[in-house]
């Protein structure tokens, strides 16, 4: 049985990042270490690191960026209940999750336009970048 800690203890990241149920595969889990969505102090991470109970992680999904503090290890993929009883959310992070899904829902980001352009403002479009509809 001595073994069996051991090798939860040798967690590698992608593989507690799949089965905290961050990720669906542990191929995307890797995917979105390299491509720098999982920082660990600050500094980018590899998929192989071995995280720590009470590492903290800023995981950035889509919109919203995660910062958990790692409280067990496991490389078993269980049921979501059990999966987040291997982190801890800070309240800061949950804070500025809230904060931000409150500004997209209200429209605060992104570029609103109030439609279509006409005919009259497209030619205009076109004669301002330098080119013609009429070709």
Known sequence: MAQK????????????????RFYKTRALAKAAIESGKVHCRGERCK??????IGDEFEIRMGFEVRTVKVEALSIVRRGAPEAQTLYAETAESVAKREAAAAMRKAGALGMSTDGK????????LFKFRGSSNDE
């Open 117 to 124: 352009p006409s005919k009259k403002q497209r030619r205009d």
């Open 5 to 20: 800690s051991d090798e939860d203890d040798k967690v590698r990241l992608d593989k507690w990042l799949w089965a905290a």
């Open 47 to 52: 998929p192989g690191k071995e995280p720590r």
